[in-house]
C-alpha cells in the first residue's frame, strides 16, 4: 500500500484568507515603529554617519573618472627643494618661474602658496603675476570668540595683481576625512568664495580661455548660476553651497611637472600653454597629509591635488550633491513599508530573501544616483531598518510559534492515548526548555506514526473492499481487500487511477430503496448516468452514492456500493471514501426467506385447510364415520396450526413485503374490522360501540337473527364527512392491524361487557404526504413528513372492559409469541403473533402504539397515525357503512 504524499500549501493567498489576530497586528505595529525609530535617528539624527562615510567612500573607489587634460600640477617637490634650497624661497625665485610660466601663455595660474607677509621683492612678483591670469589664496581662519573671521589676504601689490582671490580651507569629517568643500565660507559681514569657484566662474564667463576640445567644457558652460549657487536651500542651510567631491583612483593622475624643471627651462611651453597651472606644495614635510575616500588606495592626498580635483569637479559639473534628510527619510521608509507587508503574507524564508532583495535594492539604487544622477542618497537608513526590524520580528514570529507549539504539544500530551503505547524507558522530559519541547515534539511525532499504522492497519483488516480517493476522484489508498479483489478480477491496481475507470467494469443492479416516493427516479437517473456517478467529483450524484446502489461484478457476485465523504477537523471536504460489501449471501437469504414464506402460506396452510374442509364433510353426513368428539379435536388441532402459519405468513409480509400505500378513512378502517369482529362479540354478548369525534355507532352482539343470514343492527352518523381522519396507509394491513386489537379485546373481556372504539384527531408538530402508489419500489411505509406548523395526526383507541395486564407484563406485551394468561381465567387460543403484528404495522406506517391497563379495570390500546395532509383532502370517500 502506498502512503498519500500531502504537502501544507505556502501559497500566500491562503495565509490571506485567515483573520489575523490582534496580538498578531499589535506585535507587527509596534516592530514598525520601532524600525521607523530607527530610521529617524539614522537619517536625521545622523547616527549612521560613520557607516555613511564608509559606504560612500566604498562606492567611490569602484567608480574611476578620467581626469580633465587641461589642468597641469606644477610640484613644489624634494627635488626642487635640495636644488633651490630650503623652504620658504625668495619670492625673487616665484616672479621668476611665473616669468617663464608666462611665456607659455597659460590659461590661469592658481599659485597654492601664502603670501601674506611683505617682502622687499613683492615689486617684482606682482609684475610675474601680472604676466598670466593668476589666482591667490586667502588665509580665512576659524571664527574668534566673538564669532567673527578675520580674512587674511595676501599682500596688496600680489592682491592687486591676482585677477581672483579665495579661500583654499578643506574641512574634514569626524572621521578626519576630506569628502566635500564649500564655495562660499565667512561670516556675516563676508562671504569669501572657494578659490577654484573664482576660476571655475572666469572659465563660465569665456574669461579664462582652455585650449583642450570645449566638449569637456560644454556642461559646465551651460550650466546657469542658480544650478550653481546652492547657498539657502535646505540642503545647505548655512549658505556654503557644500558639495561632495568626487575622488576616484585617478586622484593623482594629472599631468605633473616640477618646480625646478620649469624654472630651469627644461619643460617645454607647450606643455602649459592654454592650460591651467596649479602650483602647490608636494615635498616631504612641507604640506599638509589630508585623508581622502581614496586614501586607502593612493594615501594622503597632498592640498594642491585636492585643489586639482574640486577644479576639475567644478569645470565638468561633476559635483555631488549630498540629498535632503527629509528626502532621506522618505526613501528610507519604503524599504521598511514594503518589509512591513510581505511579513503578512510571506513565510519566513522568502521574507529573509525580500529583506536581502530591498538591501540589494537600496545599495544598488543609490549606486545608480551616485554614479548617473550625482547625488547621494545613503542607503545606510534603509539598510539598517530592514535589518533591525527582520530579526526582531522574527524573533517574536519563533517565540509566538514555540508558545503555541508548547500549548499544543502539552495538551496533546496530556490527551489520553487511544492506542495501547511500548513502557517508556527513560525520563522523556528533562534539560532545558528546548529539550522539552523537542521531548514533547518526539511524542507527538511517535503518536502520529503509531495512528497513521493504526489506520492503515485498520484499513487493511477489513474484509470489504474500501477505496480512498482524492477531491479530483483519484485513488490514493486501497487496502488489502480492494486490491485482492481486483486481483481476482484481473483488473489492474487501483492506486494512481481515477475512481471511474476503477470500478467502471461493475454493472449497475438498481439503486437502494429507502421507501421514499423518489425512489423510483432515482433508479431511473442511476441507470441513465451510469457510469458517471461514479466520479465522486460530480457533487449531482452525491446524495444517491451516499445512499447507495447495487452492483454486479464480472463474476456475477452482488455488491452494495456506497460512498462518503472524508473531511478534515474544520469540516472540509478532503477525498471520498468507497465501500464494496459483498450482498450475494444476503441475497441468497433473502430467496430463502421467500421459499420459507411460500412453504407456509401454500405447502403447510393448504393441508390444514384440506383437514378442515373433510371435517365439514364428514361432519355433514348423516352416519359419520368418525366420531363427532374427534372431528372436533381434529378441527381443533387444525384451525391452531393453520392459525399459526396465518399469523406467522402475515407477520413477516408485514415486515419485509412491500406496502400499497393509497388515502383511506381509519374510520372506515374501524368499522371494516369491527364488522370483522362482530362474530366473535356476538357469541360473548359484547357489544362493540364506535365513536368518531361527534358521531357514534353501536354494532351490538344482543341482536337476534341467524348469522349466516342477514346482520342487523345500524351504526348512526355518517363518517363520511370525517374529512380530519384521512390516513396514507396499506388498507388490507391496516385493517388486519385492527382485527387483531379488536379480537384480543374480545378474547379477554368476560361476556356482557363493551368494547369502546374511539377515532379522533390531535394536534402535533408536522403534516403527512402521501403519494398514492403501488409501486414495487417502496419497500418502508413510511410517509414523507412536511412541516406545516400546527398539525394532527389520527388518534384510534380501542378500550375493553376485560382483565386487564399487569403493569411489569405490558413491556413484553409486543413480542413474539408472549402471551398472557392466568388461571383463574378461561384458556384462549391464539399464537401471540396478533400484537406483534400491531406494532410492526403501525410503526412501519409512521405511526405509535400505546396501551394502558390494569388488572381488573380492562385495556386501552392506542394507535397514533400521521393525518393525510389537507392538500389531499379533496380525495373520494368510501361510500357509508350499514350493519
Not at 536651500?233 to 593622475?253: V, W
Request: aromatic share 6%; with cysteine.
Amino acid at each position: 500500500m502506498q502512503n498519500p504524499s500531502t504537502r501544507l500549501s505556502l501559497d500566500p493567498r491562503a495565509r490571506l484568507g485567515r483573520r489575523a489576530g490582534r496580538r498578531f497586528l499589535i506585535e507587527w505595529a509596534a516592530i514598525g515603529c520601532l524600525g521607523l525609530v530607527v530610521i529617524l535617528l539614522s537619517s536625521l539624527g545622523r547616527m549612521s554617519a560613520s557607516v555613511d562615510h564608509l559606504v560612500y567612500d566604498r562606492l567611490l573607489s569602484l567608480h574611476a573618472r578620467p581626469v580633465l587634460p587641461d589642468i597641469v600640477v606644477l610640484e613644489i617637490d624634494n627635488d626642487s627643494i635640495a636644488q633651490l634650497g630650503r623652504w620658504p624661497w625668495p619670492r625673487s625665485v616665484h616672479a621668476r618661474l611665473l616669468e617663464q610660466i608666462g611665456k607659455a601663455k597659460p590659461a590661469a595660474v592658481v599659485y597654492d602658496v601664502l603670501f601674506t607677509e611683505a617682502n622687499p621683492d613683492d615689486a617684482q612678483l606682482a609684475r610675474a603675476i601680472a604676466l598670466s591670469p593668476t589666482y591667490l589664496p586667502v588665509l580665512l581662519p576659524a571664527a574668534g570668540r566673538d564669532g567673527e573671521r578675520v580674512v587674511v589676504e595676501p599682500v596688496a601689490p600680489l592682491a592687486r595683481a591676482a585677477v581672483g582671490l579665495g579661500h583654499i580651507n578643506l574641512e574634514v569629517d569626524s572621521d578626519g576625512i576630506v569628502r566635500s568643500v564649500a564655495k562660499f565660507e565667512g561670516d556675516a559681514d563676508s562671504r569669501w568664495p572657494q578659490l577654484m569657484v573664482t576660476v571655475a566662474r572666469a572659465a563660465e564667463r569665456g574669461t579664462l580661455r582652455l585650449d583642450a576640445r570645449p566638449a569637456r567644457r560644454l556642461s559646465f558652460e551651460a550650466a546657469s548660476d542658480a544650478g550653481e549657487d546652492s547657498a539657502g536651500t535646505n540642503n545647505d542651510p548655512a549658505g556654503e553651497g557644500r558639495f561632495l567631491i568626487p575622488f576616484s583612483r585617478n586622484a593623482q593622475s594629472y599631468a605633473k611637472l616640477s618646480f625646478s624643471s620649469v624654472l630651469a627651462g627644461d619643460v617645454p611651453l607647450e606643455k602649459l600653454r592654454g592650460r591651467i597651472v596649479v602650483i602647490g606644495v608636494t615635498a616631504s614635510g612641507l604640506y599638509d597629509r589630508f585623508a581622502t575616500p581614496v586614501s586607502g588606495e593612493l594615501g594622503p592626498l597632498p592640498g594642491v591635488y585636492i585643489h586639482a580635483n574640486v577644479l576639475d569637479t567644478l569645470l565638468t559639473r561633476r559635483e555631488i550633491a549630498p540629498a535632503a534628510r527629509w528626502l532621506l527619510l522618505v526613501v528610507s521608509l519604503l524599504p521598511l513599508a514594503a518589509l512591513l507587508a510581505g511579513f503578512l503574507v510571506l513565510s519566513p524564508r522568502r521574507s529573509l530573501l525580500l529583506t536581502g532583495a530591498l538591501c540589494l535594492l537600496a545599495m544598488s539604487g543609490s549606486a545608480i544616483l551616485l554614479y548617473g544622477a550625482r547625488l547621494w542618497l545613503s542607503p545606510v537608513p534603509a539598510i539598517i531598518g530592514v535589518v533591525v526590524v527582520y530579526p526582531i520580528w522574527n524573533w517574536r514570529r519563533l517565540e509566538m510559534t514555540m508558545a503555541y507549539l508548547r500549548g499544543e504539544l502539552q495538551r496533546l500530551a496530556d490527551e489520553p492515548h487511544l492506542l495501547p503505547q511500548t513502557p517508556r524507558r527513560r525520563r522523556e522530559f528533562g534539560g532545558d526548555v528546548l529539550e522539552q519541547h523537542m521531548a514533547l515534539m518526539a511524542q507527538a511525532a511517535q503518536r502520529v506514526q503509531d495512528m497513521k499504522r493504526f489506520v492503515w492497519d485498520s484499513l487493511d483488516s477489513m474484509p470489504e473492499p474500501i477505496l480512498v480517493s482524492d477531491l479530483q476522484g483519484v485513488v490514493v489508498i486501497a487496502n488489502h481487500a480492494a486490491r485482492a479483489h481486483f486481483a481476482r478480477l484481473g483488473a489492474p491496481m487501483p492506486e494512481g487511477r481515477s475512481m471511474q475507470s476503477v470500478l467502471g467494469g461493475l454493472t449497475l443492479v438498481k439503486a437502494i430503496d429507502s421507501g421514499a416516493p423518489t425512489d423510483a427516479e432515482n433508479n431511473l437517473l442511476a441507470h441513465a448516468q451510469w457510469p458517471a456517478l461514479l466520479d465522486p467529483a460530480r457533487h449531482e450524484f452525491a446524495a444517491l452514492m451516499a445512499q447507495g446502489v447495487e452492483v454486479r461484478d464480472a463474476n456475477e457476485r452482488d455488491h452494495l456500493l456506497r460512498y462518503a465523504n472524508c473531511t478534515n477537523a474544520q469540516g472540509e471536504t478532503t477525498g471520498w471514501i468507497a465501500g464494496l460489501v459483498d450482498v450475494s449471501a444476503l441475497h441468497a437469504a433473502e430467496r430463502q426467506r421467500e421459499d420459507a414464506l411460500r412453504l407456509l402460506s401454500h405447502d403447510m396452510r393448504s393441508p390444514q385447510a384440506s383437514i378442515l374442509a373433510l371435517v365439514e364433510i364428514e361432519r355433514a353426513r348423516d352416519e359419520p364415520v368418525l366420531a363427532r368428539g374427534l372431528l372436533e379435536r381434529i378441527e381443533r388441532y387444525a384451525q391452531r396450526a393453520l392459525t399459526l402459519a396465518d399469523d406467522f405468513v402475515q407477520l413477516a409480509r408485514a415486515e419485509s413485503q412491500t406496502y400499497v400505500l393509497e388515502p383511506v378513512n381509519l374510520a372506515e378502517l374501524m368499522i371494516d374490522a369491527s364488522d370483522e369482529v362482530w362474530p366473535q362479540a356476538h357469541a360473548k354478548r359484547i357489544t362493540l360501540h364506535t365513536e368518531t369525534d361527534s358521531r357514534t355507532g353501536d354494532i351490538s352482539g344482543d341482536i337476534s337473527g341467524d348469522i349466516s343470514g342477514d346482520i342487523s343492527g345500524d351504526i348512526s352518523g355518517d363518517i363520511s364527512g370525517d374529512d380530519g381522519h384521512w390516513i396514507c396507509a396499506d388498507r388490507s394491513l391496516m385493517t388486519r392491524a385492527l382485527v387483531n386489537i379488536l379480537n384480543n379485546a374480545v378474547k379477554y373481556s368476560p361476556p356482557d361487557t363493551r368494547i369502546t372504539c374511539e377515532v379522533a384527531c390531535e394536534v402535533v408538530g408536522v403534516t403527512r404526504t402521501c403519494t398514492p402508489t403501488s409501486a414495487p419500489s417502496a419497500k418502508h411505509a413510511v410517509a414523507t413528513a412536511t412541516s406545516r406548523g400546527a398539525a394532527k395526526r389520527v388518534c384510534c383507541t380501542i378500550r375493553d372492559q376485560g382483565y386487564g395486564i399487569p403493569k411489569e407484563q405490558q413491556a413484553s406485551l409486543f413480542e413474539r409469541f408472549r402471551r398472557f394468561h392466568e388461571t383463574e381465567r378461561p384458556e384462549v387460543g391464539g399464537a401471540g403473533l396478533g400484537m406483534a403484528f400491531v406494532k410492526t404495522v403501525v410503526t412501519r406506517h409512521g405511526g405509535d402504539v400505546e396501551v394502558a391497563s390494569a388488572p381488573g379495570r380492562g385495556t386501552a390500546v392506542t394507535i397514533y397515525l400521521p393525518v393525510l395532509e389537507d392538500t389531499q383532502s379533496d380525495l373520494p370517500v368510501r361510500p357509508r357503512h350499514d350493519v
